[in-house]
């Protein structure tokens, strides 16, 4: 089992910036992704930022130039840095683990609110 932790969400004027933070403990030896995802009410769940052991970055569309996604390996934490933030961002942002063979671990949850 893994588990995840994030922090960092809050409110903030559009245009600010934003770091969440994603603390994880656990069996995490087996980990080959590392992710954010987020979900605005009404909507599904979409991937925001991917990075793999090898340091593969990848991002949605509306992330691109604005966020950066990092590792912090020493710590096993995973990190995401949002710059230029709208309200279309706000969401409940989550850390995402998956490990071999296909396993899933999910944080429970940061709330990011851009105020217009």
């Known amino acids: 089992q893994v588990q995840l932790v994030e922090s960092g969400g809050g409110l903030v004027q559009a245009g600010g910036s934003l770091r969440l933070s994603c603390a994880a403990s656990?069996?995490?030896?087996?980990?080959?992704?590392r992710a954010w995802y987020r979900q605005a009410p009404g909507k599904q769940r979409e991937l925001v930022a991917s990075?793999?052991?090898?340091?593969?970055?990848r991002y949605a569309d509306s992330a691109k130039g604005r966020f950066t996604i990092s590792t912090d390996n020493g710590k096993d934490a995973v990190y995401l840095q949002m710059n230029g933030l709208t309200p279309e961002d706000t969401a409940v942002y989550y850390c995402n683990y998956k490990s071999i063979p296909n396993n899933d671990y999910w944080g429970q949850g940061t709330q990011v609110t851009v105020s217009s």
């Open positions: 656990g069996n995490i030896f087996s980990i080959n992704l």
């Open positions: 990075i793999s052991n090898g340091g593969t970055q």
